[in-house]
């Protein structure tokens, strides 16, 4: 198993310009999640999905949005990027069979910049 | 609502010296705690959970945590640190809206 794939490791971006940043399983998880880390901060939670066809907003999705038309994938799109988008993304998933201590599997990462 | 204070930001031993990093919740709810390690570069990788099960909790690579309700504290330690140890952890509450509540991490510096 590849566990959480993301694509692009790493991508600048001017401002104004848009862009997806992909997120795969193959663990047939229900629940996936997207993140944002910025310097010296914890992660914080832009969307989340509880699986095909269902999302939510997390704390901060102002400027972002998801969709998630399989269990597999859960694309995050940029429409207008902004330097305060800048910022290391990350995307993870859970199997959702309903127990709260479940472990959340991460992907490596994509580093954005916004100029 | 559910918050995670991790006291540290910085916190630095010498290798073979004991690690504590602390780490304290707040929860309406019955929590799930979790310790994450994010080594540079890297995503996060899971040490420990804390399951109900028992207040001390085993992870990988020798780490321990205790939940302790009373002080509503999840503190991670090491008996003894090693230089592989160095990295960033991150302390974790999940409550039952399905979502998960980062603390600001902390960083790990062993010196040799």
């Known amino acids: 198993n590849a566990g959480v794939t993301q694509t692009p490791k790493f991508r600048i971006l001017k401002i104004g310009q848009s862009m997806t940043l992909q997120c795969t399983q193959d663990m047939n998880h229900n629940y996936m999640y997207w993140y944002r880390q910025d310097p010296g901060m914890g992660l914080k939670l832009i969307y989340y999905?509880?699986?095909?066809?269902?999302?939510d907003k997390g704390e901060v999705p102002n400027g972002y949005n998801v969709s998630r038309s399989t269990t597999e994938d859960f694309p995050l799109r940029l429409e207008l990027a902004a330097p305060s988008q800048t910022s290391v993304y990350f995307c993870a998933s859970r199997s959702g069979t309903g127990a709260r201590q479940e472990t959340q599997y991460f992907g490596p990462g994509t580093r954005l910049l916004v100029l | 609502a559910q918050s995670v204070t991790q006291l540290d930001s910085h916190v630095s031993v010498s290798e073979g010296t004991p690690v504590l990093l602390r780490c304290n919740y707040s929860?309406?709810?019955?929590?799930?705690l979790f310790w994450y390690v994010q080594h540079p570069n890297k995503g996060l990788q899971l040490l420990l959970k804390y399951t109900s099960a028992a207040t001390l909790v085993k992870g990988i690579n020798g780490f321990e945590a205790e939940f302790k309700k009373s002080e509503t504290s999840f503190h991670l330690t090491k008996p003894s640190a090693h230089m592989s140890d160095a990295a960033e952890y991150f302390c974790v509450v999940s409550d039952a809206s399905n979502q998960f509540y980062f603390g600001t991490g902390t960083s790990l510096t062993v010196i040799p």
């Open positions: 929860s309406s709810y019955s929590p799930s």
């Open positions: 999905s509880v699986g095909a066809g269902i999302t």
